[in-house]
């Protein structure tokens, strides 16, 4: 299936500072990607969805200065924590589906490996 | 707006046991429904998937019968092996591209 890969896998920062989180495509172009956060034993809540070229539309609730996203192209989206703070460490995962299997509405997505963060 | 309901784990239980776990659904229109697993240290991997009432969806020996009447979509395999083990996910897609995520579901399979 199609392929799509995060990094870093995980990530430790202080307090205050941003991290960057890449979400890349390895063999297909995706226009739409997805982002969710995954807390401990609890299912995935979805962020926001990345739109190549565009703005990210962002579930309710979620702040869009505190979780910046780009999608500057089809294969690769990043997604930055600024000023994080230790209640955002959690586990990021983002998604994406491949256009080019048969009927694009079946909905699958293939998932990033997830990268977890740590704000001490 | 749409909900995925599915049982608590951990779930624990021998090699070749019966595995069945319960996912009950909440949405408008008519979804497609999807099980994904999560084994240790990875991504989310989709399962199996069925688009309409009645359908079943089936991968690796698991089993999922789209149940309109009841609004299910119960998971199930026959004979469980060590390598089960896994995080397994019931999941949504209704109008849109969004899925909707059930809070998942531990099993554990000791040999």
Known sequence: ?120 | GNSVTQMEGPVTLSEEAFLTINCTYTATGYPSLFWYVQYPGEGLQLLLKATKADDKGSNKGFEATYRKETTSFHLEKGSVQVSDSAVYFCALKAAGNKLTFGGGTRVLVKP
């Open chain 1, 1 to 120: 299936g199609a392929v799509v890969s995060q990094h870093p896998s995980w990530v430790i920062c202080k307090s205050g500072t941003s991290v960057k989180i890449e979400c890349r495509s390895l063999d297909f172009q995706a226009t739409t990607m997805f982002w969710y956060r995954q807390f401990p034993k609890q299912s995935l809540m979805l962020m926001a969805t990345s739109n190549e070229g565009s703005k990210a539309t962002y579930e309710q609730g979620v702040e869009k200065d505190k979780f910046l996203i780009n999608h500057a192209s089809l294969t690769l989206s990043t997604l930055t924590v600024t000023s994080a703070h230790p209640e955002d460490s959690s586990f990021y995962i983002c998604s994406a589906r491949d256009p080019r299997l048969a009927g694009g509405s079946s909905g699958e997505l293939f998932f990033g490996e997830g990268s977890r963060l740590t704000v001490l």
